[in-house]
């Protein structure tokens, strides 16, 4: 959730004049800050000021908490429980259409060399792509087929890395729009294959969770699937499963952001 702590502040900041509810006790106790009370006397103090003190304690406590959850929410992170699916080569040849970006006879994710994206990142350190990352492309003279699929590479080290792992380095969700295969992006729910044209990506925008790649289709959609990643992640490989089962070789070639 997301917490305006300034204007919280002001709210209880500004309430009214207490006064007491008895004769004996006639001076006003003004509320300046969450918790903290003016007055001339404090003894005897009415129960209506002890509720509104308490009342700020309370509130002050609370923004205390949402300040230190946001926070923790800036804070690097290592990897977690939660890991999708591994991808398994089933030999599975899927019927292709428009609708479902898997055209054969293209190079998968635009011909980006996958294993680039995991250059430099730590293991067992999430990573979350940065304004200036871009994707390396890789070229027809350093090619592989996995799955029916065709994946580009920018060298034959890289080349024979995959070769060596390649469910290490192919992309999660068959390198469509993560987010929008988790089930919680509110601008799609898909429900069938004959709807993965609206989960493009732009391959510029990734994350390494679990040391899974995940693309998307912009900042936005990376940032919110991080903020949640497991439940994300989750909810993906739910998605997943349901159009594919258990052989998840079914990769985008076609549905890109323009």
């Not at 509720?51 to 230190?68: D, K, P, Q």
């Not at 929410?73 to 030999?91: H, I, M, N, W, Y």
């Not at 998968?108 to 979350?128: E, H, K, N, R």
């Not at 090619?143 to 580009?152: E, P, R």
Request: net charge negative; with cysteine; charged share 15%.
């Amino acid at each position: 959730p997301t917490f305006d702590l300034d204007t919280t502040w002001r709210l209880f900041a500004n309430l009214p004049p207490i006064r007491s509810m008895s004769a004996c006790q006639s001076e006003t106790y003004q509320l300046i800050g969450a918790g903290e009370v003016v007055s001339e006397r404090s003894t005897n103090q009415p129960k209506h000021f002890l509720w509104r003190r308490s009342l700020g304690v309370f509130f002050g406590t609370l923004l205390i908490a949402a300040a230190v959850a946001t926070l923790n929410l800036r804070q690097p992170r290592t990897t977690s429980s939660f890991k999708a699916a591994p991808v398994e080569d089933c030999g599975t040849e899927y019927e292709v259409s428009d609708e479902m970006c898997n055209d054969y006879g293209a190079p998968v994710v635009q011909g980006v060399d996958v294993v680039m994206y995991f250059s430099g990142v730590t293991d067992g350190v999430d990573y979350i792509s940065q304004e200036n990352d871009t994707a390396t492309l890789g070229t027809e003279a350093y090619q592989a087929v996995f799955a029916g699929y065709t994946f580009y590479f920018s060298s034959q080290e890289t080349l024979e890395l995959f070769t060596s792992e390649p469910s290490r380095y192919v992309p999660a969700f068959g390198g469509f729009c993560a987010f929008g295969l988790s089930g919680y992006d509110p601008r799609n729910l898909l429900t069938s294959t004959n709807e993965l044209y609206t989960a493009p990506v732009d391959p510029a925008q990734y994350a390494i969770i679990d040391g899974a790649l995940y693309l998307f289709r912009g900042s936005e959609a990376k940032e919110l699937f991080y903020s949640s990643s497991q439940a994300n992640i989750a909810g993906g490989t739910s998605t997943w499963a349901s159009f594919f089962g258990d052989c998840v070789g079914f990769f985008n070639t076609e549905c890109y952001m323009s």
